[in-house]
């Protein structure tokens, strides 16, 4: 069984810092592309950054200069550090990856249970 397993949310001041943390464990061989999505009440869950296991990066144009996406391969973990934290940045943040389970021969797609990111004024 494979679990991703989000940490560091909570409440913020705008302006203000919070790390997320993604940690992936169980049966895995391999993980290709991982990525932070949000979910904002009565919205739908959009992108906000990726990293694929070569360190090619993308981000949503709202986060550019202010979030950073990182991983440690070895760890099976990803980071995303959030700074310059506006009112619009809460959310509940999930974590993504694309991975392969030992045994299987295909990558398949899997969510952690989410994180709430609070940015109050």
């Known amino acids: 069984q494979v679990q991703l397993v989000e940490s560091g949310g909570g409440l913020a001041q705008v302006g203000g810092s919070l790390r997320l943390s993604c940690a992936a464990s169980?049966?895995?061989?391999?993980?290709?592309?991982m990525g932070w999505y949000r979910q904002a009440p009565g919205k739908q869950r959009d992108l906000v950054a990726t990293?694929?296991?070569?360190?090619?990066?993308n981000y949503v144009d709202s986060v550019k200069g202010r979030f950073t996406i990182s991983r440690d391969n070895a760890k099976n973990t990803m980071y995303l550090q959030m700074n310059v934290l506006k009112p619009e940045d809460t959310a509940v943040y999930y974590c993504?990856?694309?991975?392969?389970?030992?045994?299987?021969?295909?990558?398949?797609?899997?969510w952690g249970q989410g994180t709430q990111v609070t940015v109050s004024s």
């Open positions: 990293i694929t296991t070569g360190g090619t990066i």
């Open positions: 169980g049966s895995i061989f391999s993980i290709n592309a």
């Open positions: 993504n990856a694309y991975l392969l389970q030992y045994g299987s021969v295909r990558y398949l797609e899997y």
